[in-house]
């Protein structure tokens, strides 16, 4: 309404183009926010649902991401609105090690899980290979040793968190951490850049595989998308 009168008052009504123009213009100068408020979204999916079934099952993955993720995504955005916060890319958000928790554990929730739906891919699994493979073989002894220890991570994360495979310095190193924590908080006990992780919270894995976490784990390493995981390697080392 408001605007509509602005707009006519100019006498610009019937020139579409500068509608569009105005439009544009009058949005910057009644939120002056707008230049920086890139808000946070919610990436789609890059598969179906249920492209990573019987691993990981079509309503989890639906409600992962539909609620969760989307979940994570709005208290964000909510969290940061209007406050100095607004503006910062997710990974100054994370390093900082002066954020509240809302931004924490949200923008936690948000990297992580936007960095697990891009490790993940149907008709994957295997093995690594390459400077990848090379890095874990030295480091872990071999890859059935190196599922040993992130299996065991995973698996022993008590209550809500994830398990990583962390490029930390020039060494690859598997942590967990609790609730939406991640190895590039300022605080990390294992500091360094991500790229394997696995979500371990309840609601990862509970209506298709109940208490059986080490199951799902298990079932973990038949949709890991390696050459994702390698590319981030590589893009680090
Ligand atoms: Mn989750």
């Known amino acids: 309404m ?27 100068i009644t939120n002056k926010r707008s230049n920086k408020m890139a808000k946070f979204e919610l990436p789609a999916l890059s598969y179906a649902f ?27 955005n909510a969290a940061v609105e209007g406050s100095d916060l607004e503006g910062k890319s997710l990974l100054e958000l994370l390093s900082d090690a002066s954020i509240n928790s809302a931004v924490r554990n949200n923008g936690g ?17 295997g093995e690594p290979s390459g400077a990848l493979a090379d890095a874990i073989n030295s480091t872990f002894g071999s890859f ?34 609790p609730n939406q924590d991640n190895p590039l908080m300022a605080d990390a006990a294992v500091k360094g850049t991500p790229v394997l992780g696995i979500d371990v919270w309840e609601h990862a894995y509970y209506l298709n595989y109940q208490n059986r976490r080490p199951d799902y784990i298990d079932a973990f390493y038949n949709v890991i998308n390696w050459d994702e995981v390698a590319k981030r390697f590589d893009q680090v080392k």
């Open 2 to 28: 408001e605007r509509r009168k602005f707009i006519s008052a100019l006498g610009l009504i019937t020139a579409s183009g500068a509608i569009t123009n105005l439009n544009s213009m009058t949005n910057n």
């Open 50 to 76: 249920d492209a990573l079934e019987p691993h990981i099952d079509a309503k989890t993955m639906e409600i992962h991401h539909d609620k969760h993720h989307a979940a994570y995504v709005a208290k964000l």
């Open 109 to 125: 929730g948000h990297y992580n899980h936007t960095l697990f739906w891009e490790l993940m891919a149907p008709g994957k699994g």
């Open 144 to 177: 059935g040793d190196f599922k040993k220890q992130f299996s065991n991570a995973a698996a022993t994360r008590f209550g809500s968190g994830w398990a990583w495979l962390v490029v930390s310095g020039d060494k690859l190193v598997v942590s967990s951490t």
